[in-house]
DNA sequence: TTGTCGAGTAACTGATATAGTTGCATGACT
DNA sequence: AGTCATGCAACTATATCAGTTACTCGACAA
């Protein structure tokens, strides 16, 4: 795979639970789904289970579920789950001038927006309606 | 540095030469400011020099200077200059599934907007104005 | 015309991020 | 008690990127 699967493994995983939302599945089902490891799905799910999307239990008869309706968890839910901004420009690095702080500070305002409203965006999208295809 | 430091060290470059446009800057100079080595410099800044931002000349008294006046260059020219699109979902692995597929097409089509959107938004910000701290 | 200097570029190195893997502890059900 | 699945730590392999070295090409000067 390559950068920022993760975004795609959670999203195929949890549109693929959402068509039969009652049934538990074990990661080692999930991760055949996605031609993945079972430890790599743990991992990725592990963030939507913390952020209360999915549920799962140990055990015997564990495994993995939908923690509410498929039309009640949008792309944006899970987007902001796996908590990974874009956020291209570094504030990690302190500015050594004036002009590169009011830069950058000026352009991270910009990205930041964007971002804001690219999550505003995904909230309109369910995973319900995301599984068909577009008619136009 | 960390990953996309390529967008600063075009933006922090570019923004310093406006303030003198009419002297020509060697790569180690400007390497020596931005506190990197001058291949890197001439790597990123090439990319600007394709796209008309920066002319570059070689030899003894060859350097680096703006194409055009600073109010002329805004912050959308140098970043897609730099031809870095963020896109996180993975187009590269062919879907599995009509649902994978079906998701991937919507979620690409939201992101692909939000990068529009910031580009047009990247658009109204000048070199020549992005220097100057915001007043808010 | 020859030497110097700077861009341009290819090849290599080191650091970092990420997917994949192994192994084991924990907890739930049989 | 035994089985099975999650949770998690540690390791490996790979890709990306900044940094570096070592060259070629071209422009200008002596
Ligand atoms: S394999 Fe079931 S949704 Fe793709
Ligand atoms: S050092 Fe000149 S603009 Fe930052």
Redesign the pocket.
Known sequence: ??????LS?ALHSVAHMASEPDRL??????AEHA????????????KL?QAGILK?????????QLARAADRISVADIYLALD?RLTPVSEDAPPRCSVEHALERRVSLIMDQAERDLIENLKGLSIAEARFPIDT
Chains 1, 2 share one sequence.
């Open positions: 795979m390559k950068r920022n699967s993760r493994l599945r074990t990661s080692a089902e999930i031609q993945t490891n079972p430890v790599v799905v743990r991992r990725v799910l592990g289970r799962a239990e140990k055990g015997h008869a564990g495994g993995w990974e």
